[in-house]
């Protein structure tokens, strides 16, 4: 299946026309924001990875259910279909979610300050919250410096 330009721009217009008409609720619960970005990164591979140029085709068709249907069996095939997509670019091509490493190392310093507070490394056993809170700094500040090489490096989706 070879993909040209015009099928990627009817996409982007569909995607355009569905955001002007809904309101900013529908537009986040449908991430029309994130199926944007997502559909040129999947224009810029198509050439080199054949799964990309199988994604292109029938992303146009869940575009086109977005809004008319309602049910929720295909709103959750829509996400699983988007997911699908996201973890293909993570695995294959190295792309990450904004702010993936924030929300990464954000959870994992808690959780390591949560532990030293409660074994008592930080102080006494009973500054759980004081090792959470350094955690939680510790973890924001590398994830967000994560976040921004990821950016500066063209990787983020």
Known sequence: MDIDESLIERILAKIFEK???MD???INYYRLDLVERITKRLAS???ECK???GFIGKLENYID????NTDKQTKREYDKYLNAIISHFASKHKLVDDNYY???YMTI???FGMVFGAVGIIGDSSNMGIGISIGLCIGVALGVSQDAKAKKDGRVI
């Open 19 to 21: 955001k002007v008409y």
């Open 24 to 26: 900013k609720k529908q």
């Open 45 to 47: 591979f198509h050439d």
């Open 51 to 53: 799964d990309c140029e």
């Open 65 to 68: 259910t977005i809004g008319t």
């Open 102 to 104: 924030l929300s990464t």
């Open 109 to 111: 310093g808690m959780m």
